[in-house]
Structures are given as C-alpha cells and as structure tokens.
T-cell receptor, first 109, second 116 residues
C-alpha cells in the first residue's frame, strides 16, 4: 500500500529562520510527487511537481527536492505570509494519488 | 478566472436527512474528485470521475454517491448522513496529460459539514 509520511507535524519559526519539511514515501512506481500549500479555511493550492530523483523546483522562498525515498521542502528566510499547512502527495503507477497529513508552519514576526 | 466552486460552504444537518454538495469547474477538466479531510488523517479520496458518466470509488466511498452527467459538474450525495460523516469536504479537478489525470489538482474552497 502506498504511504506518505510528513514530518514534523508542526513547525514554529522566527521570521528569517530557514528550515526544511520532510515527506517520506513508499509507492509502487512513482509517477510524480506534488507539494501543496493550504491556508486556513481554504482548499489546497498546487505548488510543485517533481518527477525523478535529483530534481529540484523553486518558487520564491520555497525549494523542493526529491530523492528515491523522500522529498524536502526548504523554506529560506521565511516571512509571516509563509505560514500555512504544506501537503505532500505522491502519484503511483496506477495514477492513484495519496496525500500526507501535512506540516503546519507558523512564522512569527 | 479558473475555479472550482462548491456549495454550500457550511452545513449543519441531522442524521438521515439527505443532502447534496454541488461542485462545478470552469476549466473544462476531464478529471474530478471528492476528498474528505479529517485532523491527522490527511486528504482521503471518496469518489472520482474520469469523464462524463464515468465514476469510480476512492478509498472511503461508503455512505456517499456521486454522478457526472455534465463535464463541469460533479455533485456529492449523502443519502442518509451519519455523525461519522462530519468532516471538511473538497472537490478537485485536473487536466489530462498523456491521456490521464495528473496530480496537479485545482481544489474548491471546501464544504464543512456537521451531522448531528
């Protein structure tokens, strides 16, 4: 069974304090790994797709990386507006999508 | 503006009273899906649809029904709601790439349902 585990569950950062979120996965034939951002009271918003180990994607202060067993979302010099829950999902060989439970990031000014 | 629209956004109902949550997308996406989100459990798929008149069960389909009579609409029906269906529900859609759905989903704003 495909499994996605995100850690930590919650992360509190000071503004400017860089950190990383982890998404470890087991999947039968990875088609893609996806990162989403979810603000309170909103639906998840797509951020990145990673297809193969070694691939990296960047968007503003966020950088996603992928290995054969896990993905990291690095937040560089975060600002309060980066506070959100970040979700990771993997798509298996059969196109089924499995989500992790998310990491809630709080950035204090 | 590209969007997925769900209604109602909030609903409190009682056990056994049938209800429908509507979902509509304006992006001409073939693939649509319903998820429920519960604390600590993440997003779990209820049903999905690959195209008009083509639907299939996800991971947690018990107690739910769906239909896809038009490409843009994908309503979620709870025939006889129970308290364990109290949850936050999301509708999502995606385009096709190489003939199949991608993991790049567009989500609606969510519908918070409470069943008493």
């Amino acid at each position: 069974e495909d499994q996605v585990t995100q850690s930590p569950e919650a992360l509190r950062l000071q503004e400017g304090e860089s950190s990383s979120l982890n998404c470890s996965y087991t999947v039968s034939g990875l088609r893609g790994l996806f990162w989403y951002r979810q603000d309170p009271g909103k639906g998840p918003e797509f951020l990145f797709t990673l297809y193969s180990a070694g691939e990296e994607k960047e968007k503003e202060r966020l950088k996603a990386t992928l290995t054969k067993k896990e993905s990291f979302l690095h937040i560089t010099a975060p600002k309060p507006e980066d506070s959100a829950t970040y979700l990771c999902a993997v798509q298996a060989r059969d196109y089924k999508l499995s989500f992790g439970a998310g990491t809630t990031v709080t950035v204090r000014a | 503006e590209a969007q997925v629209t769900q209604n109602p956004r909030y609903l409190i109902t009682v056990t056994g009273k049938k209800l429908t949550v509507t979902c509509s997308q304006n992006m001409n996406h073939e693939y649509m899906s319903w998820y429920r989100q519960d604390p600590g459990l993440g997003l779990r798929q209820i049903y999905y649809s690959m195209n008009v008149e083509v639907t299939d069960k996800g991971d947690v389909p018990e107690g739910y029904k769906v239909s896809r009579k038009e490409k843009r609409n994908f309503p979620l029906i709870l025939e006889s709601p129970s308290p364990n269906q109290t949850s936050l529900y999301f509708c999502a859609s995606s385009r096709y790439m190489a003939g199949r759905n991608t993991g790049e989903l567009f989500f609606g704003e969510g519908s918070r349902l409470t069943v008493l």
